[in-house]
């Protein structure tokens, strides 16, 4: 397993984690950085609906800083070489 891959089981792990503590803004982190690995492999459709997940937990609880962080993450694998191999 490659490093990506145990980031992806890690980011997998904490957000599941936050679930179960009710930790809406570490779930929201979790989603965050999943999505991040997800992109590094190249897993568009996956990262996207990670980002989205994320923002919107942002949103719930009034962090719009990050919210715009997510939201900016879509657009750029939305807008980026490659974004449609894979959904």
């Known amino acids: 397993m490659g490093r990506v891959e145990e980031a ?3 980011h997998t792990r904490a ?3 936050h ?3 009710g930790g809406a803004h570490g ?3 979790a989603w965050n950085n999943l999505g991040t690995a ?3 492999v190249r897993r568009f459709g996956e990262a996207i609906d ?3 997940r994320s923002m919107e937990l942002f949103r719930a609880v009034g962090d719009n800083d990050w919210a715009a962080i997510a939201q900016q993450n ?3 694998i939305q807008q ?3 974004a449609h191999d894979e959904t």
């Open 74 to 76: 879509i657009a750029e």
């Open 80 to 82: 980026g070489p490659g």
């Open 27 to 29: 779930e929201a982190t």
């Open 38 to 40: 997800l992109e590094q």
């Open 8 to 10: 992806i089981n890690a």
């Open 19 to 21: 679930q179960q503590v």
């Open 15 to 17: 957000r599941d984690l």
């Open 50 to 52: 990670a980002f989205a």
